[in-house]
């Protein structure tokens, strides 16, 4: 059986995988500077590196907001789109084990997709994500680079800009720790530092994300959630997220290939 190439176009970025006998090989990401020459420039280092011949390419499934951009065959190879949330869904079980999840893929905003066993439904979403933290950091710390917020962040203390149950009252609430988090940058100053400042917006979109994911499965018997898209690899989620697992009584699950699980699931939708 030839390879199966899942495509997630973006707006800038493309990430690719390839699906041969039921496993993933090689997962790769371009960015340029727009979705067609993204998507090309993708496709030829997947092929390039992996020493892979068209020949060799039995379908190319592609999804993501940039596919909208790509008509009909890419190389000569025969396409076909997939809906996103069914490859979040699709990719995000494969990877995860899990098939009783809510899948929360964190782009430049962040989407909840239901997956209940064959069932994979967009639920909701909120404006909050990657896109967020960009604009932020270019209003309070003059770089959109996430990487190096990422890094200023590590140095800083959510402590000196987040407002916590502690500092608001002497003993514990009701199903509220002492360092719960009050209200978000309520105790931030004007000559906040800049790696307070880092960490503080890091820990804002993080901490909206995990509280939304967990509201949308209000209802319903759901404790495990599948965390992919690039946001998943700050090293801030080790900090974030298990706090909310022991205040919600939840699990968050972040998958050895999160940033490619919908590239994953496109690939996966052919046999579908």
Not at 208 to 215: D, E, H, K, R
Request: glycine share 12%; aromatic share 6%.
């Amino acid at each position: 059986m030839g390879i199966i190439i899942g495509i997630d176009v973006g707006i800038s970025t493309t990430k690719i995988v390839g699906l041969k006998d039921g496993h993933i090989t090689a997962p790769t990401r371009i960015t340029a500077a727009d979705p067609i020459t993204s998507l090309y420039g993708a496709f030829g280092k997947y092929l390039h590196d992996n020493n892979i011949e068209l020949s060799d390419v039995k379908q190319v499934m592609l999804t993501g907001v940039g596919s909208a951009y790509i008509k009909g065959s890419v190389y000569g190879l025969p396409t076909q789109k997939v809906e996103e949330f069914v490859a979040d869904g699709l990719g995000a079980r494969f990877e995860s084990k899990l098939d009783h999840t809510i899948v929360v893929s964190m782009g430049t905003g962040t989407s909840f997709v239901l997956c209940d066993g064959n069932e994979m439904r967009h639920i909701g979403g909120i404006g909050i994500g990657g896109g967020t933290l960009a604009g932020l950091s270019r209003l309070l710390l003059n770089t959109s680079d996430i990487k190096a917020v990422s890094a200023l962040a590590m140095q800083g203390n959510t402590k000196n800009v987040h407002l916590l149950i502690g500092d608001i009252s002497a003993e514990p609430l009701p199903n509220l720790p002492m360092d719960a988090t009050a209200s978000i940058l309520a105790k931030a100053q004007s000559d906040a530092a800049k790696e307070d400042i880092a960490a503080g917006i890091i820990s804002m979109v993080l901490q909206t994300i995990g509280s939304a994911a967990w509201l949308s499965s209000r209802g319903s018997d759901i404790r495990d959630f599948v965390l992919i898209g690039n946001l998943t690899l700050l090293p801030q989620c080790k900090e974030v997220f298990p706090p909310l697992e022991q205040l919600y009584n939840i699990r968050y699950h972040i998958p050895k290939y999160s940033q490619y699980c919908t590239a994953i699931g496109a690939a996966l939708s052919f046999s579908k």
